[in-house]
């Protein structure tokens, strides 16, 4: 046996001879402590450290749609149970929105409770003069009510009522109420998102209509007469194409529909292209279930089609992948056109330069709005190189209403 081995052997030893002596003392102390099954210690302290912890989690999670009556009144028990009181009040500027607890016949009154708190927007401390009750054996005769305060506008007020009130509950009913408070600008953040990526999506389809119809119409036209059954196909088609890229639904849907549409748009991008537009999907079955932004992909392929091959003499290839990277899927349109000035694509991408390229800084910037700054499209191109445009989304998300 080596050094190593009894230096080892001895510090095993000394560490069970260390935690026995912990365990005497914490018992010797007379104070609770248990043992997790790793063989570490669980105080009293631990327990409700985890548990306010647990509760306000679950308390904010009810909060994130802001202060509206159903998820205010899913929030309100673990509200309460933060503060360890008899009831508790939230209401907004107009009314009261929930009373949880015993006393609810007080819920009439609770709006009027919190007059002073909106009006100085200071925590005020009510007595039992002030919170009258007829009622003997309810246990609601004082309360402290303060205000919710959410990017500096008075949004409501949350009151804590028991049989009397502390300093303690003023504070911690104080911290109660930025925690909701987060939680309602978190809310508010969330909604502006949406309505920014919205407004992007109506500025998309605004300006894809416009370009797409004309020129598909004119494909279809040129088959009237020559190939009938070409010119209904295409037609249909472009009902399908205009139907999804029109349709008043939510800001995502799957990479397998986005494609569809894709799929589409190519149909009949090659009925006026004919054999000057060469595809190649290659699209790991494996991802088509993951949710991506609605029109993430159908304006980069247009923009590769219109900017890259339609200057271009002779064919030109356009080339879609859609990879698993581990926990993200990767995206990629490649063309071997024309190129650009890659100082110009950045000024495009910046919002610098305005452009008629179809939707590459509407997709960059919904991308960057839903997944954050460093999300947006990676294109990397040179003049007379081609180019070639990747995106990355995450495999598993969040639930988004669509």
């Not at 609770?110 to 009510?126: C, F, M, P, S, Y």
């Not at 990479?255 to 006026?272: M, P, S």
């Not at 995206?331 to 179809?358: F, K, M, N, Y």
Request: net charge negative; charged share 25%; glycine share 6%.
């Amino acid at each position: 046996m080596t050094r190593y081995d009894d230096d080892l052997r001895l510090a095993h030893v000394l560490a069970d001879a260390a935690e026995r002596t912990s365990m005497d003392r914490f018992h010797a102390e007379d104070l609770r402590v248990e043992t997790k099954p790793d063989m570490t210690l669980v105080s009293d302290a631990d327990r409700a450290t985890h548990e306010t912890l647990h509760t306000a989690s679950l308390a904010a999670r009810e909060l994130r749609e802001g202060l509206d009556d159903s998820g205010v009144t899913r929030a309100a028990p673990h509200l309460r149970a933060m503060l360890g009181t008899p009831a508790i009040a939230v209401c907004d500027p107009t009314g009261p929105i929930v009373w949880e607890g015993v006393g609810e016949h007080h819920l009439t009154s609770a709006h009027g409770h919190a007059e002073q708190a909106r009006r100085t927007g200071r925590t005020v401390a009510l007595t039992e003069r002030d919170v009258r009750c007829p009622d003997p054996d309810c246990p609601v005769r004082a309360a402290v009510v303060t205000p919710i305060v959410a990017d500096g506008r008075l949004v409501g007020t949350i009151a804590a009522y028991g049989p009397s009130v502390t300093s303690g509950l003023a504070l911690a009913l104080e911290e109660v109420a930025r925690l909701v408070a987060d939680q309602v600008e978190l809310a508010e953040l969330d909604l502006e998102r949406t309505r920014a990526v919205e407004a992007e999506l109506r500025a998309l389809r605004a300006q894809i209509s416009p370009h797409f119809v004309y020129n598909s119409l004119a494909a279809i036209a040129t088959f009237v007469r020559t190939d009938p059954d070409r010119a209904r196909e295409l037609l249909l088609e472009f009902a399908d194409f205009t139907r999804y890229a029109l349709r008043r639904g939510g800001a995502f849907t799957t990479l397998r529909e986005e494609l569809q549409n894709v799929e589409r748009y190519l149909v009949l991008e090659q009925a006026r292209f004919g054999d000057r537009l060469r595809i190649s999907l290659r699209i790991d079955p494996a991802v088509l279930p993951v949710r991506v932004p609605y029109l993430a992909i159908q304006p980069l392929v247009e923009n590769a089609v219109r900017h890259g091959l339609a200057p271009k003499e002779g064919p030109g290839h356009v080339t879609l992948t859609a990879t698993d990277r581990g926990t993200d899927v990767e995206v990629s349109i490649e063309d071997d056109g024309v190129g650009a000035d890659p100082e110009h694509v950045r000024r495009v991408l910046d919002g610098q330069l305005r452009t008629d390229s179809v939707g590459l800084g509407n997709v960059d910037a919904r991308l960057r709005q839903v997944y954050g700054p460093a999300a947006g499209l990676v294109v990397d191109t040179a003049r007379g190189a081609g180019t070639r445009v990747a995106f990355r989304v995450p495999k598993f998300q969040p639930h988004e209403t669509d």
